[in-house]
Structure formats: C-alpha cells, structure tokens
Nanobody, 123 residues
C-alpha cells in the first residue's frame, strides 16, 4: 500500500495563496487517482479535489472551484494543490489520499491516506 505525505501547509492571510504537495512512497500508477480532502475545525472531513493520474482530468468541490487547482508534479510521485484567494472558511487539516475510482468524491473510494497538513487562514 502506498504511503502519502502532505507538506506545504501553514498560516496565510485572507486572500493569500498556498501550494500543498502530496508525495507518494512509489511512482503513482496510471490507474491511480489522488484526492484532496480537508477537515475544518469541529467538522467532518470533506472532499476538495481529485485528479486522475492517467490523463490529468480533475474534479472539484463547488466551494473551491475557480480558486484551487490540482495537478500532477514533475517527479512521477507528487500531486500539487494550488490554493488561491483563501478565506477563513478554508482553514482545515488537508489530507491527500490514493484510490482508483475516477472522479470519486467520497472517502470510501480511497484506501491510502496521509497524516494531513494544517492550513490556517487568518489575519
């Protein structure tokens, strides 16, 4: 089972940007999809975005569409989440996860999870 590590979280002011990375312990296979989820304070984990490794097709939650962008990194084992126009409602622990179902927005379709990285949006 692949291990995943998230990085790039931190404190950012409203309107700012951050780029998160998800690094896998092995090369990401063409059949894989990598999803991003987040857990806001006091709430359950929610879907953010997902990318199909084979063709780069992406899917987004309505709350982040047009602000966030998920992409494949250049190393063959990294997925990036570019987050722009951040607002306090984006404060959460962000997780990446690996699965094999294209466009999957529910946790049940992902079998491997990282430990998460904290993103805090505050002035």
């Amino acid at each position: 089972q692949v291990q995943l590590v998230e990085s790039g979280g931190g404190l950012v002011q409203p309107g700012g940007s951050l780029r998160l990375s998800c690094t896998a312990s092995r090369r990401i296979f063409s059949s894989n999809v990598i999803g991003w989820f987040r857990r806001p304070p006091g709430k359950g984990r929610e879907f953010v975005a997902t990318i199909a490794w084979r063709d780069g097709n992406t899917w987004y939650a309505d709350s982040v569409k047009d602000r966030f962008a998920v992409s494949r990194g250049n190393t063959g084992n990294t997925v990036l989440l570019e987050m722009n126009k951040l607002n306090p409602e984006d404060t959460a622990v962000y997780y990446c996860a690996a699965g094999s179902t294209r466009g999957a927005t529910e946790e049940m379709w992902y079998g491997s999870w990282g430990q998460g990285t904290q993103v805090t949006v505050s002035s």
